[in-house]
């Protein structure tokens, strides 16, 4: 192994297994997939696309399913659906197209922007949960979507993808998957993205190969490979959120307190929630942080989604920070509980309700009103007058100077005395922390008086503090002249958010046989959260359009029979080779993979000694590093281990036995690139 090589497993092995004392627990790992198919819950792709008699309906071509995506959500004046072309990269279907790149690009899409949804129909949170790849040349699609139910994301395989058959979707060899994708999750390089279509080389080469094609979709593609960076690392934090959801809590009440900053961030705009309360501070705090000395004592790591960036014309072999197939160093470390952490997971967690959810609850909320012995409360201050001209003016209301108090500055447009339209520059609020930038949704005028309504216009939500009250009118009065006298500003807030503290107190009492149960130590998902929660509230249950058919199951391959030393390959390598495609090759299927082994073996050979100190790694080693735990081995014992010995043993035999001692030398040293392919169908 080179030292760079031995250095970089050393730190990122020791994360993963943890023979250094202080090494943290990765939230997710290359050697921890978990099953093919969840134990429960659909992968999203599977809830747009599956259809109730088990079939698939995908629309094709690819255009026809980004159209289709596209329709579904509303994302402003943005675009929903994010492209990018990667026609040179690093995934495994590169080598697809080949000799044509160009003509055949991979495009991966991600998504952003809310579901598109009406009367009571709950639809499908998109936002950084489905990303797909399309490689035209093959017709396959390369499906990570996320799974709510198992709170995960899924990872898929369609082929057959055309406009004539059927298309054959089935859940991908996960283990293989995560040698790349270690977070389980997307992964996508750094800025400036060069193997995208962001990088005008690779731009003008997809323009000047397709003209007819790429003219038009290349402009309105190009700026999309940041959003989709920034998207993939959204995506990748989840993992972090839901382990917390599931065990950082122990208790239903340390999830109810989480649940409830939730509610009032998203019902505050996104602005805060009160992270002082009592329950916030004792149930979810103070039990996180018990837990966490508990379960994680040397912290917690989270596994990166991004790579080094790559220039695709570099003729250079990749570094090991570019090599997906490479251990990654953690993106986030975590030691230990602190307030930054704890509202981070608020906020992660938040992003799983759609907008349209919290309008709903909004409105049920303003229309419960203030209830209990609290209906409501006031604040009071008063303003000084500054004439900007003569038809607008500034009101400053409040001791800007302290800290305490009602504050807000008012601008208003006055014409012959009449005001004709009032902005909100500014408004902070008692005890509440935010300044808040409400909109004026409507006014009137009376005699020395002006009622405001204040919203959230953007959001088209009430306008809320961060504790969830809504603020239902600004009044602003006044004796004489407004543009001269004295006048007053009082803010009038109702305490509905009572209505959401009783509801999951109700979620917290109820007997067992009536859980939902939402509160569980179960992943944190929408669906149930919202069933409970709404039904508590007296809303409306919302109609959830997605079918029950059973997702199309894996068809596992028997690995076939080795003899002799060969046979060793099988407990470490089958379940990356053992299936029948091109990449990885599949060296270990059907039932008699001896000629491919025989086939492939110099290739094996080299990625074997790629282990080894001192051996230049033109690749990364075999297995990769970061899975090799799952065949129960670490990383730092596996070059030294009888099994690794013997395998590169039985390799070089082979090549002795059969082709002589110039051939071995020929294995060992050639350039990688001009050794036999692996697969024999590939020689020329
Ligand atoms: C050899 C490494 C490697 C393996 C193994 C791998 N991928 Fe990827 N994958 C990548 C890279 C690199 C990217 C980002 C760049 C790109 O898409 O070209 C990527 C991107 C993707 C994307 C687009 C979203 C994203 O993550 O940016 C999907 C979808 C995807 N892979 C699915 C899969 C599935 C399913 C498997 C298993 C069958 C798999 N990948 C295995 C390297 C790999
Ligand atoms: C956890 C999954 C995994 C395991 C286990 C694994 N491989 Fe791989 N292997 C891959 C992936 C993924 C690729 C393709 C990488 C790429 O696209 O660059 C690959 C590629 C290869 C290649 C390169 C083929 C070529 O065309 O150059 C060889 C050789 C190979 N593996 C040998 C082995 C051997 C030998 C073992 C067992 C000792 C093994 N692999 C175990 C995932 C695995």
Same mark, same amino acid.
């Given at each position: 192994?080179?030292?760079?090589?031995?250095?970089?497993?050393?730190?990122?092995?020791?994360?993963?297994?943890?023979?250094?004392?202080?090494?943290?627990?990765?939230?997710?790992?290359?050697?921890?997939?978990?099953?093919?198919?969840?134990?429960?819950?659909?992968?999203?792709?599977?809830?747009?696309?599956?259809?109730?008699?088990?079939?698939?309906?995908?629309?094709?071509? $690819?255009? &026809?399913?980004?159209? =289709? /995506? #596209?329709?579904?959500?509303?994302?402003? %004046?943005?675009? !929903?659906? *994010?492209?990018?072309?990667?026609?040179?990269?690093?995934?495994?279907?590169?080598?697809?197209?080949?000799?044509?790149?160009?003509? $055949?690009? &991979?495009?991966?899409? =991600? /998504? #952003?922007?809310?579901?598109?949804?009406? %009367?009571?129909? !709950?639809? *499908?949170?998109?936002?950084?949960?489905?990303?797909?790849?399309?490689?035209?040349?093959?017709?396959?699609?390369?499906?990570?979507?996320?799974?709510?139910?198992?709170?995960?994301?899924?990872?898929?395989?369609?082929?057959?993808?055309?406009? !004539?058959?059927?298309?054959?979707?089935?859940?991908?060899?996960?283990?293989?998957?995560?040698?790349?994708?270690?977070?389980?999750?997307?992964?996508?390089?750094?800025?400036?993205?060069?193997?995208?279509?962001?990088?005008?080389?690779?731009?003008?080469?997809?323009?000047?190969?397709?003209?007819?094609?790429?003219?038009?979709?290349?402009?309105?593609?190009?700026?999309?490979?940041?959003?989709?960076?920034?998207?993939?690392?959204?995506?990748?934090?989840?993992?972090?959120?839901?382990?917390?959801?599931?065990?950082?809590?122990?208790?239903?009440?340390?999830?109810?307190?989480?649940?409830?900053?939730?509610?009032?961030?998203?019902?505050?705009?996104?602005?805060?929630?009160?992270?002082?309360?009592?329950?916030?501070?004792?149930?979810?705090?103070?039990?996180?942080?018990?837990?966490?000395?508990?379960?994680?004592?040397?912290?917690?790591?989270?596994?990166?989604?991004?790579?080094?960036?790559?220039?695709?014309?570099?003729?250079?072999?990749?570094?090991?920070?570019?090599?997906?197939?490479?251990?990654?160093?953690?993106?986030?470390?975590?030691?230990?509980?602190?307030?930054?952490?704890?509202?981070?997971?608020?906020?992660?967690?938040?992003?799983?309700?759609?907008?349209?959810?919290?309008?709903?609850?909004?409105?049920?909320?303003?229309?419960?009103?203030?209830?209990?012995?609290?209906?409501?409360?006031?604040?009071?201050?008063?303003?000084?007058?500054?004439?900007?001209?003569?038809?607008?003016?500034?009101?400053?209301?409040?001791?800007?100077?302290?800290?305490?108090?009602?504050?807000?500055?008012?601008?208003?447009?006055?014409?012959?005395?009449?005001?004709?339209?009032?902005?909100?520059?500014?408004?902070?609020?008692?005890?509440?922390?935010?300044?808040?930038?409400?909109?004026?949704?409507?006014?009137?005028?009376?005699?020395?008086?002006?009622?405001?309504?204040?919203?959230?216009?953007?959001?088209?939500?009430?306008?809320?503090?961060?504790?969830?009250?809504?603020?239902?009118?600004?009044?602003?009065?006044?004796?004489?002249?407004?543009?001269?006298?004295?006048?007053?500003?009082?803010?009038?807030?109702?305490?509905?958010?009572?209505?959401?503290?009783?509801?999951?107190?109700?979620?917290?009492?109820?007997?067992?046989?009536?859980?939902?149960?939402?509160?569980?130590?179960?992943?944190?998902?929408?669906?149930?959260?919202?069933?409970?929660?709404?039904?508590?509230?007296?809303?409306?249950?919302?109609?959830?359009?997605?079918?029950?058919?059973?997702?199309?199951?894996?068809?596992?391959?028997?690995?076939?029979?080795?003899?002799?030393?060969?046979?060793?390959?099988?407990?470490?390598?089958?379940?990356?080779?053992?299936?029948?495609?091109?990449?990885?090759?599949?060296?270990?299927?059907?039932?008699?993979?001896?000629?491919?082994?025989?086939?492939?073996?110099?290739?094996?050979?080299?990625?074997?000694?790629?282990?080894?100190?001192?051996?230049?790694?033109?690749?990364?080693?075999?297995?990769?590093?970061?899975?090799?735990?799952?065949?129960?081995?670490?990383?730092?014992?596996?070059?030294?281990?009888?099994?690794?010995?013997?395998?590169?043993?039985?390799?070089?035999?082979?090549?002795?036995?059969?082709?002589?001692?110039?051939?071995?030398?020929?294995?060992?040293?050639?350039?990688?690139?001009?050794?036999?392919?692996?697969?024999?169908?590939?020689?020329?």
């Amino acid at each position: 192994m080179s030292d760079r090589l031995k250095t970089l497993l050393l730190i990122i092995c020791s994360l993963a297994f943890g023979p250094v004392k202080s090494a943290p627990n990765w939230i997710e790992h290359a050697s921890r997939p978990g099953p093919d198919i969840a134990p429960g819950g659909q992968s999203r792709f599977d809830q747009l696309f599956l259809q109730a008699d088990g079939g698939y309906r995908i629309p094709y071509p $690819f255009g &026809r399913l980004i159209e =289709a /995506l #596209d329709a579904r959500i509303d994302n402003g %004046d943005e675009p !929903a659906v *994010l492209q990018v072309f990667v026609p040179l990269g690093r995934s495994l279907q590169r080598e697809a197209p080949a000799p044509d790149y160009f003509h $055949f690009p &991979r495009r991966v899409i =991600a /998504l #952003d922007g809310e579901p598109v949804t009406r %009367d009571n129909e !709950a639809g *499908l949170a998109l936002r950084y949960r489905l990303f797909i790849a399309h490689q035209p040349k093959t017709e396959t699609l390369e499906v990570i979507s996320y799974n709510d139910g198992a709170g995960r994301f899924e990872f898929q395989l369609v082929e057959n993808y055309t406009a !004539a058959a059927e298309p054959r979707v089935a859940p991908a060899n996960r283990v293989m998957c995560m040698s790349c994708h270690q977070n389980a999750a997307p992964i996508f390089a750094a800025i400036p993205w060069s193997e995208t279509s962001f990088n005008v080389a690779v731009a003008s080469r997809l323009v000047a190969t397709l003209p007819n094609r790429f003219n038009s979709l290349i402009g309105t593609v190009t700026a999309d490979a940041g959003v989709i960076d920034v998207l993939v690392e959204r995506a990748n934090y989840l993992s972090a959120a839901q382990l917390i959801w599931r065990r950082g809590c122990t208790t239903r009440r340390c999830r109810a307190a989480i649940l409830r900053a939730i509610l009032q961030y998203r019902l505050s705009g996104e602005s805060n929630f009160a992270e002082a309360a009592t329950g916030y501070q004792r149930d979810y705090l103070g039990e996180l942080t018990r837990n966490w000395r508990r379960l994680w004592p040397r912290g917690l790591a989270l596994p990166g989604s991004r790579l080094a960036d790559r220039d695709p014309f570099a003729t250079e072999a990749m570094t090991i920070e570019q090599d997906p197939l490479f251990a990654r160093p953690p993106h986030a470390t975590w030691y230990r509980v602190d307030a930054t952490l704890a509202r981070g997971i608020v906020y992660r967690l938040a992003g799983f309700f759609t907008l349209a959810d919290i309008r709903r609850i909004d409105r049920q909320l303003a229309r419960l009103g203030g209830g209990g012995p609290s209906a409501g409360y006031r604040y009071r201050a008063s303003c000084r007058a500054t004439p900007a001209d003569a038809e607008s003016m500034i009101l400053s209301c409040g001791d800007h100077s302290r800290a305490q108090g009602l504050q807000a500055t008012l601008e208003l447009e006055l014409r012959r005395d009449q005001v004709d339209s009032i902005r909100i520059t500014s408004l902070r609020v008692p005890q509440d922390t935010n300044l808040l930038q409400p909109d004026v949704a409507s006014f009137t005028l009376h005699p020395g008086r002006l009622e405001l309504l204040p919203a959230d216009s953007t959001a088209g939500l009430s306008l809320r503090l961060a504790n969830g009250d809504r603020i239902s009118s600004m009044v602003l009065s006044w004796n004489d002249r407004l543009r001269d006298g004295e006048s007053s500003l009082e803010i009038e807030v109702v305490a509905e958010f009572e209505h959401v503290d009783q509801a999951l107190q109700r979620l917290l009492d109820e007997d067992v046989q009536r859980r939902g149960d939402g509160l569980a130590a179960n992943p944190f998902e929408r669906k149930k959260i919202l069933h409970g929660l709404m039904r508590e509230l007296n809303m409306k249950p919302l109609a959830w359009a997605e079918t029950t058919a059973p997702a199309s199951a894996a068809t596992a391959r028997p690995v076939g029979k080795l003899d002799g030393k060969l046979a060793l390959l099988v407990p470490y390598c089958a379940h990356c080779h053992r299936d029948d495609r091109v990449n990885p090759p599949g060296f270990l299927a059907g039932d008699d993979p001896r000629a491919a082994v025989l086939q492939c073996a110099p290739r094996i050979l080299r990625r074997l000694k790629a282990w080894q100190t001192g051996f230049a790694i033109a690749k990364s080693p075999m297995p990769p590093a970061a899975s090799l735990e799952f065949s129960g081995i670490t990383a730092d014992d596996w070059p030294a281990s009888d099994q690794y010995r013997a395998m590169v043993a039985s390799i070089e035999e082979l090549a002795l036995e059969r082709h002589g001692e110039q051939a071995l030398k020929n294995w060992l040293e050639a350039d990688y690139r001009l050794l036999p392919p692996c697969l024999a169908a590939l020689s020329e």
